[in-house]
């Protein structure tokens, strides 16, 4: 039987061409931010004059990682794409090992996170300059990172890895801090402290108004703090004895049905809490576990809040979560590669997670700044295969460097480099 091929023939060309040709604007983008002086202000130079500077280990980082890449070795490709390195200028670029040897050291001396953790500051200031909103909704997260490394710790779902929390600006996606745990570290830790710190992180004119969290946050410090600062929160109740038992003494006719159950409400507070707050509690008939604290008939959820709305209200704008938080870390983990680290060391890990935080906040601004509307709402593997891997030509001609697209792109890349000039970051 005669084998059935293609007829085509394979050629090689001398001709400079880049498969990631959308890469390159999303570069324009980052040169438009002016992030490699931001990057080699506030980390550690080189040892020496003929080091590399930090922007030349960052910005191909997080250019892989919006490119699809996995793990250090991926950066061969950008460092091969010779047709998008003229694009960009970069006529030097560090090895994989170098690169992981960097992240091991800045790991190591601390100053990775601390200057990273000021670039990325930097990066949401300069998001919401053009942004006419003052309060926002922090969303906080903690979520698992597996990892068969030997100094990884077992987490309480009982696999090894890391347990980094997140936190986001609901209202535009932008994380506004993250802190890498290590797996054995409780989600209800320090939980008062991140916030504290996610508040610090905000620019000036804008405060978090609002906060939201599952019953890792449900601690008495926590709502205390809410309290004074005047911020409205909705967090989800551990099902404890006190709360069982201010379900229990809900009067029969406050319940009224609500979707597949029944909702009401009643008044709670915990040893330490300065006031009382609502619990907003649902109750769905089904068998429950035979050694569970539940009502065998029943199951709740439970919301306390301080907010002043319905019951239905709070367990809406409570759910919402799942979009603006809990999809978000999906769309970091799975999307930029966070759902895997690259190197051994716990530190080393913390300054690459705290990379594709940069790179996922870069790709919320690329969407809203400079991509036309109908992007806004693309994942980022949509983004790839519609505009990131472009294949161009790169010509010079008359001292200048040419990127050819085809005549489907043309419009858009010329729209989205336009924006780029247009942009008066300060």
Not at 3 to 8: A, D, G, N
Not at 210 to 226: F, G, K, P
Not at 328 to 339: C, N, S, T
Request: hydrophobic fraction near 40%; glycine fraction near 8%; proline fraction near 3%.
């Amino acid at each position: 039987m005669t084998q059935t091929v293609l007829p085509f023939k394979l050629e090689m060309t001398r001709d400079t061409i880049t498969a990631h040709a959308g890469l390159a604007l999303l570069g324009e983008f980052i040169e438009t931010l002016k992030l490699s002086e931001i990057l080699d202000d506030a980390l550690p130079g080189p040892g020496s004059g003929v080091g590399y500077s930090p922007s030349q280990f960052v910005l191909p980082l997080i250019l892989m990682l919006h490119g699809g890449g996995r793990s250090l070795e991926d950066l061969r490709q950008i460092r091969e794409d010779q047709g998008l390195r003229e694009l960009l200028e970069m006529k030097e670029m560090p090895s994989s090992d170098a690169t992981g040897d960097w992240l091991r050291r800045t790991g190591e001396s601390g100053e990775g996170l601390k200057g990273l953790e000021l670039v990325n500051r930097e990066l949401v200031r300069r998001g919401q300059v053009h942004d006419d909103r003052t309060e926002y909704t922090l969303d906080i997260d903690a979520t698992q990172i597996m990892a068969e490394k030997k100094e990884a710790r077992w987490t309480y779902k009982g696999e090894r890895g890391y347990m980094p929390i997140v936190g986001h600006l609901a209202e535009n996606g932008l994380v506004i801090g993250d802190e890498f745990r290590a797996g054995n570290e409780s989600p209800g830790a320090r939980n008062l402290e991140f916030i504290r710190h996610c508040v610090n992180q905000m620019p000036v004119g804008a405060r978090i108004a609002h906060l939201r969290s599952d019953s890792a946050a449900y601690q008495a410090e926590v709502i205390n703090w809410c309290e004074s600062h005047k911020v409205s929160f909705a967090i989800g109740a551990d099902l404890d004895l006190a709360v069982l038992a201010a379900i229990k003494s809900i009067p029969a006719k406050e319940w009224r049905s609500y979707q597949d159950g029944q909702i009401a409400e009643t008044v709670h507070s915990m040893n330490k809490t300065a006031q009382a707050f609502r619990l907003v509690v649902i109750q769905r008939p089904v068998q429950g576990d035979l050694f569970s604290a539940e009502d065998p008939k029943m199951r709740y959820t439970v919301v306390a809040s301080n907010r002043e709305e319905t019951a239905e209200e709070t367990i809406k704008w409570y759910n919402q979560r799942g979009e603006t938080s809990e999809n978000r870390i999906k769309e970091l983990k799975i999307g930029f590669g966070m759902e895997r680290m690259p190197c051994g060391q716990l530190e080393a890990n913390a300054v690459f997670f705290r990379i594709g935080i940069l790179a996922y906040n870069l790709f919320i601004l690329f969407k809203l700044r400079v991509l036309p509307k109908s992007w806004r709402k693309h994942q980022v593997q949509t983004l790839r295969w519609r505009f990131y891997q472009t294949a161009g030509k790169v010509v010079n001609h008359a001292r200048s460097v040419i990127l050819k697209v085809t005549r489907r792109m043309f419009n858009l890349f010329a729209e989205v480099r336009s924006r780029c000039r247009e942009l008066a970051w300060v």
